[in-house]
Every structure is written in C-alpha cells, then in structure tokens.
C-alpha cells in the first residue's frame, strides 16, 4: 500500500542549528514527492518537490530510491521556519490520488 | 486570493443531521480533493475527483458523499453516519497528476 510516514510529531531546534525532517515513503513505481508548509494562520502551500531539485527558502530535500526517504533540510533554521511541514506522495500507479503524511511541528526557538 | 473558496468557515452540527461543505475553484484545475486534518494524525484523504462527473474514495470515506456536477465545485457532505465528524476539512486542487496542490483555507466543523 501506498503510505507516507513522518516519524516526528515535533522537533524543536535553536535559531541557527541544522534541522532535517524525515520522510520515509512506500510506493510500488516512481513517485512524485513533495513537501507542503502550513505557517501560522496561513493556507497549506508547496514548499518544494523532488522533480525540480530546487532550494527554496534555504530547505532542500533528495530524493533516496534506495532508503525510500525523500528528508528535508536546512543547514541553518530560522525563527520563521516555525511551522507544520507535511511530506506528500503522488503517482500514476494510484490515478492521481495525492497521499500526505502525519506532519511535523517545527519550532525553531530564539 | 488562492482560487479556492471553502465556505463557511465555521460549521455547527447537530448529532443526526447531514451538512454540506462547499469548496469552488476558478483555477480551472482538473482535479479536486478532500481532506479532513486531525492533530497528530495528519492529512487524511476523503474524496477525490479527476474529472467531472467522476470520484473516487480515499483512505477515509465512510459517513461522507460528494458529487461533482461542475468543474468548478467539489462540495462535501458529511452525514449522520460519520461518527466523529468533529474536525477541520481541506478542499484541495490540481492541474492534473503529480502537480502543485493549492488549498481552500478549511472548515472547521463542530457537532454540538
């Protein structure tokens, strides 16, 4: 089955210090994999996806076929990066259907 | 703001009575979700829909109907038989497979 897994319902960093969050996925094919982020009073919105290989807001994130982990980092966190990240996966093995994991809280304290 | 609108904002329910969602688009987007979000349990998927006149189940269907008579609009019923329909619910669209999502801003639903 198709699954989305976030280990971590809350990470908690400083200003300043590497942060990765970790997403592990299972998918019979080649997924498509993005990861979406809800700041404070604000629409869910795509932060990045694997396809494009691009860094937005310093966070990047490689795609590992092989550990079937699609992790998002920043070498240095932001007190603005505090928020809800969501890992997501879509394929055409499943028509369309766009699966998210749990979400992590990122807190990134002064 | 968005292309997405999700009304109302705020729903109230009595236990036993059915509620629509509404969730309209003027993105011209193919494909149209629904998401319920829980704490700690993240997006769970609903309904989805790829084409008019077409839907499909998600992970979590029971206790929910939708149709999809227009492009534009996905509305979301939520019925008596759901029994914990106490959440807050995403409406979400894309272009067509493997694209950029873009989401409504929720209803958050209370049964009272």
Known sequence: AQRVTQPEKLLSVFKGAPVELKCNYSYSGSPELFWYVQYSRQRLQLL????SRESIKGFTADLNKGETSFHLKKPFAQEEDSAMYYCALSGRNQGGKLIFGQGTELSVKP | DGGITQSPKYLFRKEGQNVTLSCEQNLNHDAMY?????PGQGLR????????NDFQK???AEGYSV?????????????SAQKNP??????????GMNTEAFFGQGTRLTVV
């Open chain 1, 48 to 51: 990045l996806r694997h396809i």
């Open chain 2, 67 to 79: 149709s999809r008579e227009k492009k534009e609009s996905f509305p979301l019923t939520v019925t």
């Open chain 2, 34 to 38: 629904w998401y319920r979000q829980d």
């Open chain 2, 58 to 60: 998600g992970d979590i």
């Open chain 2, 45 to 52: 998927l609903i309904y989805y829909s790829q084409i008019v």
């Open chain 2, 86 to 95: 106490t959440a807050f619910y995403l409406c979400a669209t894309t272009q």
